[in-house]
């Protein structure tokens, strides 16, 4: 199972994260991997709006990496690949052959749940994440146009740390007992094909 964290930055996400990790019933089961802007930043690569084509597409190779990830919380995905590009495409960063790359590894990645996280508190300057309201603004709207125009199945986390962690093990416990249920309806179903009579006219 790959679940992501998506949202702008200063969401609250990492935060999340790193609360997740203290509860035993879900560090357990899962791993985590954190955003890949903080080892960018590290190599000299420009982040946030400063990003470029280089910056997109080593966030791309990621996120295909990640694709074959299981059983891992994901902080960020392929959305939010799709969502910085095209601000920067708007803001002529980047190129159209960039852009159309981020929206088919958007359209091909799957994760099972994506949890979005709306723009609620201040910007808290961490060294790393822009302190720019504007631009954070402007990628909370292009989140917002995205999964409505491609009817993005995504679960929102409002609310303090607590309700957000409430939420995620309420979901996460509905989406166990929904595979169980599947996986027990398949058992089933083939217990009943296998005990059909067979044709045997030649």
Known sequence: MRITLSGAQCTGKSTLIDELKNIPEISDKFKFKGEILRDLRKQGIKINEQGTNETQLLVLSKMIENATLQNTILDRCALDSLVYTMYLYEKGQVSLETLRLAEAVFENIKYDIC???????????????SENNEFRNRIDELFREVINLYHYPVINL?????????????????KRKWEENAHKEMIDLHKELMARPRNTDG
């Open 115 to 129: 949890f979005y996280l709306p723009v609620e508190f201040d910007i808290v300057p961490d060294g790393v994440r």
């Open 158 to 174: 409002e609310g303090s740390i607590q309700e957000r962690v409430d939420i995620f093990k309420q979901v996460l416990e509905m």
